[in-house]
């Protein structure tokens, strides 16, 4: 089963048969809207010619407004085994085995060489009617190989009696054809493709070939295909037939006495009309032969719902899986790649701007270099300036101490700054009474922190005291 | 086809992993490397707005430093020791002094440090003339230190002091 994705949808359907090739693709949006892109048919002498087929192929497809998108392959009824079975299962796998076991031995063709779907139509007591549907897998490989060469590759290969069913649907808006069983007619050169909807749902189908071309042929082969459903019994009986096709033959008021002889009801589904494409097919319907009908390949991509039948094998889809992880694999690869090669591009160019800045400023340091060192030299000079006026102020200070703290007889006679902040003191003073009561007073001013008495001689001559002291300032 | 497309799988497996190993080293060294380049130009960045500031107050500084400097601000190296004496002179003249034996001496700097002036001078006159001439001194040199100053015996009120002065020597070139 298969479902469409609800975004905007690009479809493309294709159908290659003895007759030649025809192509068809439209877009979906998401609200079910559908639009033709292109519709093309053309016939291919050589039909059984691969080369040939493959080759009108991929010209048709090279033509297409825009890439394939979606693909779905056609089938012909007449290519395919259909059987009816019931079956004692409800189970949808069960019942694929079950099919595959009961038509063994009863095919053309080993069920090796066979693409089988099995469509359940309904039950039946406790048991499940299915529609069996088996086609020839080279057959089916044929139409995979010759897309694939032409560059389109399928996602399912579809019953193009379901399809015709769903585009008579689709032509039929009201829902008219929903609920009774009615019988799809797509008439052809020399052949018809029949098929029973019930619900809506393909349930009956039937190929058959070689018709002629009156009334009387047609009409014998509705009530041979009528008859050969109600006698499967898979459903009630048919209330009215819908026809598309070939019918520019028939001579007027065919389908009236088609009624007539059915004894039901015969619409004529003409895409000119009633079709969801009326000004397309307008423009589109000049241009090509009448005697090509697009009602299947016009069926897919119309059809709202799943189509029930889908030959296309598991192997196939597989492998389709599996390049669609290599390739997304590729492109997540390339664009790791990209954005790594962005990211290193742009860190590089940003080191590199970072290592230019770097180097800028520091050709600008050394350039400003020797105006700074002048600046800071004036600096120094005004800080060591300041400094040496403080300390000379303090000097005179102290030496206004020492001179103004002297006893009378006392005689100053050398001051001196030994160190940072010591000053020696040498005076002479009469007797050592003065002199302590010089280093009294000199204690008592708060300016000294310590006064120390460092040598006293008397001198021999004129008896006076020669006396060293130091002073040390308070900081 | 299974074993052939197991051996690519594992092929793709591990060049898958040998890229990420290798962008994980890069990045690493990468990110190191980054972290330096931008740490090294926060730093220059930071000296040079340093210097910058240092540069716009240039002005500022040159003025200050010629107001700190006074007299001294237009003299040269070479003629600082002139210029001292001569303020000296100037001084002792103004207060009444007698300023004589004059002796002058200078040393060297190292690396930024100015070198030093040393005066030597012998003043004679008025003890408080003498204490005005001391205090004036700043103003003719700026940065000045006293190193000593010895009194010797004088008569009739006047005093005689032996001065040692010290000086830097600016280079302002």
């Given amino acids: 089963m298969r479902s469409f994705s609800q975004a905007t949808q690009r479809i493309t359907a294709v159908s290659v048969r003895s007759g030649g090739v025809k192509l068809l693709q439209a877009r979906r949006d998401s609200k079910g809207s559908v639009t033709l892109l292109g519709m093309k048919a053309r016939q291919v002498h050589e039909a059984s010619d691969e080369e040939s087929l493959t080759r009108v192929l991929r010209e048709m497809v090279e033509s297409l407004p825009e890439p394939p998108g979606e693909t779905v392959g056609l089938f012909s009824s007449d290519a395919v085994v259909t059987r009816y079975l019931s079956l004692p299962s409800q189970d949808p796998d069960e019942l694929q085995a079950m099919a595959l076991y009961q038509m063994e031995g009863s095919l053309p063709y080993s069920i090796e060489q066979c693409v089988v779907s099995v469509k359940p139509l309904g039950p039946m007591g406790e048991a499940t009617r299915v529609l069996v549907v088996v086609a020839h897998r080279p057959d089916i490989e044929r139409l995979i190989r010759i897309c694939q060469r032409a560059n389109l590759r399928l996602t399912s290969v579809a019953s193009a009696t379901e399809a015709v069913g769903r585009w008579h649907q689709a032509c039929w808006p009201e829902g008219a054809l929903d609920a009774a069983a009615w019988l799809a007619v797509e008439v052809s050169e020399d052949e018809i493709d029949l098929g029973v909807f019930l619900n809506g749902s393909l349930s009956y189908m039937r190929h058959v070939s070689h018709v002629g071309g009156d009334l009387q042929d047609l009409a014998a082969c509705l009530e041979e295909t009528i008859q050969a459903y109600e006698k499967e019994r898979v459903g009630p009986k048919i209330a009215r037939v819908t026809i598309s096709g070939r019918l520019d033959r028939m001579a007027p008021g065919a389908l009236e006495r088609l009624e007539v002889l059915l004894g039901l009801a015969v619409h004529r589904v003409d895409p000119l009309e009633r079709s969801p494409f009326k000004d397309a097919l307008a423009v589109t319907a000049k241009e090509i032969a009448p005697e090509i009908s697009f009602s299947d390949l016009l069926g897919v991509v119309c059809v709202p719902r799943l189509l029930g039948l889908d030959l296309l094998p598991l192997e196939t889809r597989v492998e389709q899986a599996r390049q669609s992880v290599f390739r997304q694999g590729r492109w997540l690869l390339a664009l790791l790649a990209l954005t790594m090669t962005v990211l290193a591009v742009w860190v590089g160019l940003r080191m590199a701007c970072v290592f230019l800045a770097t180097r800028q400023a520091h050709a600008e340091v050394l350039t400003l270099q020797a105006q700074l060192t002048r600046v800071q030299r004036k600096a120094e000079t005004i800080q060591a300036i300041g400094t040496a006026r403080d300390l000379y102020a303090r000097q005179i200070r102290w030496i206004g101490s020492a001179v103004q703290h002297l006893p009378p007889g006392v005689t100053l006679q050398f001051l001196g700054m030994e160190g940072e902040g010591v000053v020696v003191l040498r005076a002479v003073a009469p007797d050592l009474t003065m002199i302590t009561a010089y280093s009294a007073a000199l204690r008592g001013d708060l300016l000294w922190a310590t006064v120390a008495l460092r040598a006293a001689r008397v001198q021999t001559e004129q008896g006076k005291v020669e006396f060293e002291m130091a002073l040390s300032p308070k900081q | ?173």
Wanted: aromatic letters at 6%; zero cysteines.
């Fill in chain 2, 1 to 173: 086809m299974s074993e052939r497309v197991s051996s690519r799988m594992v092929l793709i497996a591990v060049v898958w992993l040998l890229t990420v190993m290798g962008l994980v080293w890069l990045g690493q060294g990468g990110v190191g490397l980054w972290n330096r380049q931008t740490e090294e130009l926060m730093a220059v960045r930071e000296r040079l707005s340093r210097v910058h500031g240092w540069l716009a107050v240039e002005q500022e500084v040159a003025a200050r430093e010629a107001e700190a400097m006074g007299p001294l601000a237009r003299v040269g190296r070479s003629e600082l020791m002139w210029a001292s004496l001569e303020g000296l002179q100037a001084l002792a003249g103004a207060q009444g002094l007698f300023l004589n034996d004059l002796r002058p001496s200078e040393t060297a700097g190292g690396g930024r440090r100015p070198g030093t002036i040393r005066l030597d001078a012998r003043l004679e006159g008025p003890l408080a003339g003498i204490g005005k001439f001391l205090q004036q001194i700043p103003d003719k040199m700026p940065g000045v230190r006293l190193e000593s100053l010895q009194f010797l015996p004088q008569e009739k009120g006047q005093v005689q002091a032996l001065l040692r002065l010290s000086l830097p020597a600016w280079d302002r070139s």
